[in-house]
C-alpha cells in the first residue's frame, strides 16, 4: 500500500555529524559490502571495469566548501542516503505498491518483485536517495540495513546499519528518533539537529548535526598549565640520559 | 531532467490522439463511414502507440498489470485506469458509430474520459515539488490545452484550431518564462539542501564520485541554455506558426497535411524542451544551482 501510515510506532533513523565526518568513504564501501551480498537483489554495476562505470549505491558522501562573510572557508563532508522521511513522496507516487513506509518502525522500503522500474519514485525524491539497478531494472534504496538490526544470528554489537557499524569517526548513530529519551533524541536535542530541504514538506526522519565553530581559541590559551609533561618511567629517565648526553 | 525519447513519444502522440478522440467523441468530426474509420484508426493508433512507448521506459514491463492497484495515491495508477476506461468507452463508442449508431451521450462520457487521461498524465509531472517547473497547474493546463488544439487541428475544424494554436502559443511563451523562474522562486538552494545555507556561501567542493550515476543521467541533465532559446524560437515556428499560416491557405489535404506534420514536429521539440530544461532540485546537491548554466 502506497498511502503512508498515519504515525508509525517508532521513527528509526540515522543521526550524521557533519563536524565529526572526515569524508573517508568507509560507509559507501561498508554499504555497498552489505547490500551486495544481503537482502534483496545485489546492488549492480554496469561496465564495472570499462572505462565509464556505473553502479547503485545506497549512499554517496559529497563534500562541500562553505565560505562565511569573514573568516576562512569550511569544508564540510557531507553524507547522503534516504532519510525515511515521514511524508515520504517516493512512497505515494508508487503506482505498484512496490514502495512502503513500515508502521512498526517507520523505514521505507522497495519490495523489488513489485517494482516495475518506472522511476517515478526518483523523480519524486528531492534528496536523490533511490538509484535504478543498471543491471535488474529495480529502484533501490537504503533499507536501514533491516536485515541487520533485527538480526539475531549476529553479535549484538553488530545489530545496527552496516555505515554507522564501520564509521571510523564516529560520525554516524543510529536509533529511535520518535523517542524523545533515545541517545539519538538528545544528541540531536543538544547539538541542533536540522532537517535537509525542510521546505520539501517531507519531514525527514534522519537528522544533520551541523558542524560547530572553528578557530575559537581562548584568549587566556597561552597562560594555561601545560597538559603534555613529557615522557614518564623508564622512557621518561632515557629522555632525560639523552638530553644530557 | 532526461529527455527520454519513449516519454517524449508517449506524451506528444497520447496526447494528440487522445485529443482527436475527444472532438470524434463531441461528434465534432466525422465519425460515419470510410472517413469515419480513418479519423478513428487515426486517434487508436496514435493513443496506442502513445500508450505502448511508454512501457519502453518501464525496467520491468512485463510488471505493469501491477500498476493499477494504487489509484488511491498515485496518478501514474490512475492514469492507467483512466486510460483503459477511455479506450474502452471509445472503443464501443467508435465501433457503433462505424456500424452507424451514433450513441451521443457514450461519446460525451468517452471525451472527458480521453482529456482525462491527458490531466492524470500531467499530474504525474504537477505534482512533483521536487522539479519547480513542472510543480503546479500550469503543466495541467498546457497538456489539456495542447490535447483539444491537437484534437481541432486533426479532425479539421479550420478556425478553432488555429484561435487555439494561437492561445497555446501565448500560453507556452508565459509557461517558459514562469518555468525559467520556477527554481529560484521554489526557496530550495544549495543552502536549505545541505543546511549549512545560514553559515555562509556553499559550493560543492568535490562531488561524491569522479563519474556518473543513475541520478546525474536520469535528473541532472541539463540542456545549453543558448540552445534552448533557439530551440524555443523552433517550437513556436513549427508547433504555431506554420500551422496557423497553412489552416488560412485554402483549405485542402496538402495544406491540413503540412500544418498537422509541423505541429506534431512543433510538439514534439516542445516535449522535448519540457524534459531537458526541467531541473530537478537533486542538482543542487552536484554543483547545479537555479543560476549554473
Known sequence: MTALPEATTRKLGLVIDLDTCVGCHACVTACKGWNTENHGAPLGDADAYGAAPVGAFLNRIHSFEVQPDAGAAQTVHFPKSCLHCEDAPCVTVCPTGASYKRVEDGIVLVNETDCIGCGLCAWACPYGA???????????????????????????????????????????????????????????EARGGMDLMPEQGTKPVNKYLPPRARDQIDVLAPFLERVDEGPKGFLGWLDRALERL | MHPAPSLIAFSTLSGLGLGLLAFLGLGLAPTAGWTGFVFFALAFGMTGAGLLSSLLHLGHPERAPK??????????????????????????YALLALLGLRISPLGWLGAALCLAVVFCTAMIYAQLKTVPRWHGPVTPLLFVGYAVTGGALLSGRVWPAALLLGIMAVA??????????????SGTTIGTATGLGPRGRVRLFEPPHSGGNYLTKEMVFRVARKHAQKLRSLVLVFAFAVPVVALLMPFGHLSAGIAVLSHVLGMLGQRWLFFAEAEHVVGLYYGKGANAA
Open chain 2, 172 to 185: 507556452q511563451f508565459l509557461a517558459w518564462r514562469r518555468g525559467d523562474r520556477a527554481l529560484s522562486d
Open chain 2, 67 to 92: 500498476a493499477f492497484s494504487q489509484w488511491r495515491t498515485s496518478w501514474l495508477s490512475r492514469e492507467a485506469w483512466v486510460a483503459m476506461a477511455a479506450l474502452g468507452v471509445m472503443g464501443i
Open chain 1, 130 to 188: 533511490r538509484e535504478m539497478d543498471p543491471l535488474e531494472g529495480v529502484m533501490k534504496k537504503c533499507t536501514l540495513c533491516v536485515d541487520r538490526i533485527y538480526n539475531e544470528e549476529l553479535p549484538e554489537v553488530d545489530r545496527v546499519p552496516a555505515c554507522v557499524r564501520t564509521c571510523p569517526a564516529g560520525a554516524r548513530h543510529f536509533g529511535d528518533l520518535g523517542d524523545p529519551d533515545s541517545d539519538v533524541s538528545k544528541l540531536v
